[in-house]
């Protein structure tokens, strides 16, 4: 097994909503499937067990291919905290580990999104190689969660997501 180097990726996103609406915009199916690693227009499967120890899926359909995120939930503590892994196993066999914590402010709320992210080594890297893999990956992720989350608000404050896909 090739060695696995880590980087964190933090992002803060305000909500003009309550605490409880962006907590379940993380956990039920029918919210996640609008938003998360998806987008209604492209989603086939929205799985969830939003408890410790309760896994989520969710298969979205893309140029002809399905993609496959998974995970497990670690904690649960409503509406502040959740955190839970995510995996891509036809990409990779590392899990990542996500962190979202909510904040109540006097309008509306704070969500700071943690994702401590595994990169696999090739055998014959060398720092200067590892450091790039890494930025590669966590900027790439930022970006995807950066669309993901402009999803999200739109979805948590107007009911909808514009885009379809």
């Not at 060695?3 to 964190?8: D, I, N, Y």
């Not at 499967?45 to 993609?67: A, F, K, S």
Request: proline content about 2%.
């Amino acid at each position: 097994m090739s060695k696995v180097s880590s980087t964190r990726l933090k992002m803060i996103r305000n909500f003009e909503v309550a605490s409880e609406k962006v907590f379940d915009a993380w956990l039920k199916p029918e919210m996640m499937g609008k938003w998360f690693f998806t987008l209604e227009g492209t989603n086939k499967v929205t799985r969830n067990n939003p408890q410790v120890g309760g896994t989520w899926e969710i298969i979205d359909h893309r140029g002809g291919q399905d993609y496959r995120a998974i995970g497990e939930y670690l904690e649960l503590d409503s509406p502040k905290k959740i955190k839970l892994t995510f995996k891509m196993p036809e990409m990779s066999d590392l899990e990542d580990t996500i962190t979202v914590e909510i904040k109540e402010l006097e309008q509306g709320c704070e969500m700071t999104f943690t994702q401590l992210i595994h990169v696999a080594q090739e055998s014959n890297w060398t720092d200067s190689e590892i450091e790039k893999a890494l930025d590669e990956m966590r900027d790439g992720t930022e970006v995807g969660w950066n669309y993901m989350f402009m999803g999200l608000k739109e979805l948590v404050e107007t009911g909808e997501v514009s885009y379809k896909g």
